[in-house]
């Protein structure tokens, strides 16, 4: 391991966080550090020296980028999967774990005029006691806009596609526009007036979809803690559910354009057409967006991040997980490094935890 992965000894280092490594010449600067940089055993880190980054991103720059480690970067080069960042201890490893790390794409609907398909009372996915706060079964969305208005710049729900855990097709409809469409936006949906003749009005696609997401769980139990709704996975989902004109818990939402470790360095989010390259290897969206090829990416990019192993540093602390604000400044002030590391909570909910039993667990 890495010499900065280890613990401070001289005084020059006593300071040093042991999340990210950065060093201070005062304590208490230590202490403002941790409290705004919300490091945890979540958080993305380079599985080379262990230190702690904001984003996958500032990780691949520590690993590849100019001004990255060189340790680091001999190491992950040899050794390193470029997908998913992993380090294993041979080439033969490596590639045996790139067979299936690397992902074909997914085949495309097209753009074919076909009816409405339903098919959801055979999700598959994961199955657990959703109520006791073990893992709830997930689906993707993806909706494809067409334009309205007098420059045809209004997104209109034009086609809508739902897949389970196992990429199956649960539903897919074309929805009837809600205004006249001024701009069917043919060179990216490859939809035509054809396509939206004999489309389902939206009011039943929103019942339809309803029925799959709430899984005859009531809405208020789903607004206080999930019950048996699913979890709804989606790039940039506020924006497809507005579309819809729907509204969906947001403690059930899983948005891969909204998660911190899959978003840029400053907080900016990334394409999807980026994230299914760059995590997935491979290219969609090269032509016509295609729903299903959308949902697939999406639930593939969320299986990866809920799949995540992330383990806590072995350090005993009575106020591990309790966050800063509940500890004073002398406490805080006697606490080593490895203790302060102990205390700090995420700023955000790993998706690992959506299989963790226990819902209390400490982030």
Same mark, same amino acid.
């Given at each position: 391991?890495?010499k900065?992965?280890?613990?401070?000894t001289?005084?020059?280092?006593? @300071?040093?966080?042991?999340?990210?490594y950065?060093?201070?010449?005062?304590?208490? @600067?230590?202490?403002?550090?941790?409290?705004?940089?919300?490091?945890?055993? /979540?958080?993305?880190?380079?599985?080379?020296c262990?230190? /702690?980054?904001?984003?996958?991103?500032? #990780?691949?720059? @520590?690993?590849?980028g100019?001004?990255g480690?060189s340790?680091?970067?001999e190491?992950?080069?040899?050794?390193?999967?470029n997908?998913?960042?992993?380090?294993? $201890?041979?080439a033969?490893?490596?590639?045996?774990h790139?067979?299936?790390?690397?992902?074909?794409?997914?085949?495309?609907?097209?753009?074919?005029i076909?009816?409405?398909?339903?098919s959801?009372?055979?999700?598959?996915g994961?199955?657990?006691?959703t109520?006791n706060?073990?893992?709830?079964?997930a689906?993707?969305?993806?909706c494809?806009?067409?334009?309205?208005?007098?420059?045809?710049?209004? %997104?209109?729900?034009?086609?809508?596609?739902?897949?389970?855990? %196992?990429?199956?097709?649960?539903? /897919?409809?074309?929805?009837?526009?809600?205004?006249p #469409?001024t701009?069917y936006?043919?060179? #990216?949906?490859?939809l035509?007036?054809?396509?939206?003749?004999?489309?389902?009005p939206?009011d039943?696609?929103?019942?339809?979809?309803?029925?799959?997401l709430?899984?005859?769980?009531?809405?208020?139990?789903?607004?206080? %803690?999930?019950? $048996?709704a699913?979890l709804?996975?989606?790039?940039s989902?506020?924006?497809?559910?507005?579309?819809l004109?729907?509204?969906?818990?947001? @403690?059930?939402?899983r !948005?891969t354009a909204?998660?911190?470790?899959?978003?840029?360095?400053?907080?900016? =989010?990334?394409s999807?057409?980026y994230?299914?390259?760059?995590?997935?290897g491979y290219?969609?969206?090269?032509?016509?967006?295609?729903?299903?090829e $959308?949902?697939?990416?999406?639930?593939? +990019?969320?299986?990866?991040?809920?799949?995540?192993d992330?383990?806590m540093?072995?350090?005993?602390?009575?106020?591990a997980?309790?966050?800063? !604000? =509940?500890?004073?400044s002398?406490?805080?002030?006697k606490?080593?490094?490895?203790?302060l590391?102990?205390v700090?909570?995420?700023?955000?909910?790993c998706?690992? +935890?959506?299989?963790?039993?226990?819902s209390?667990i400490?982030i």
């Amino acid at each position: 391991m890495d010499k900065e992965a280890g613990p401070s000894t001289t005084r020059t280092q006593r @300071h040093k966080c042991s999340g990210c490594y950065k060093q201070f010449k005062r304590k208490e @600067h230590l202490i403002e550090h941790m409290k705004i940089s919300y490091h945890s055993f /979540h958080q993305p880190r380079c599985l080379v020296c262990q230190k /702690h980054c904001q984003s996958f991103e500032s #990780v691949r720059e @520590h690993l590849r980028g100019l001004f990255g480690k060189s340790s680091c970067s001999e190491i992950f080069s040899d050794r390193g999967c470029n997908l998913c960042l992993k380090v294993f $201890d041979s080439a033969n490893a490596l590639n045996e774990h790139q067979e299936m790390c690397l992902r074909s794409a997914p085949v495309p609907l097209g753009a074919k005029i076909m009816p409405s398909i339903e098919s959801h009372p055979n999700i598959s996915g994961v199955i657990g006691e959703t109520s006791n706060g073990k893992g709830q079964r997930a689906v993707a969305m993806d909706c494809e806009m067409v334009g309205g208005g007098l420059d045809g710049s209004l %997104d209109i729900c034009a086609r809508v596609c739902l897949v389970d855990e %196992d990429e199956n097709l649960i539903f /897919h409809a074309y929805v009837k526009p809600q205004m006249p #469409v001024t701009n069917y936006r043919y060179e #990216v949906t490859g939809l035509t007036e054809d396509h939206l003749t004999d489309a389902m009005p939206l009011d039943e696609v929103k019942n339809k979809i309803s029925e799959v997401l709430y899984n005859g769980e009531s809405i208020g139990r789903a607004r206080l %803690d999930g019950g $048996d709704a699913r979890l709804l996975v989606g790039h940039s989902l506020l924006h497809d559910l507005e579309c819809l004109r729907m509204s969906y818990p947001g @403690h059930l939402l899983r !948005d891969t354009a909204k998660y911190r470790p899959l978003m840029k360095t400053n907080l900016v =989010s990334h394409s999807l057409k980026y994230l299914t390259k760059t995590y997935l290897g491979y290219v969609i969206q090269s032509g016509v967006h295609d729903p299903y090829e $959308d949902c697939v990416s999406v639930m593939r +990019l969320y299986k990866r991040m809920r799949a995540q192993d992330h383990q806590m540093k072995g350090v005993v602390s009575v106020y591990a997980g309790c966050g800063f !604000d =509940s500890i004073k400044s002398k406490e805080l002030e006697k606490m080593t490094p490895d203790e302060l590391y102990a205390v700090s909570m995420s700023n955000y909910q790993c998706w690992c +935890l959506d299989l963790i039993k226990e819902s209390s667990i400490c982030i």
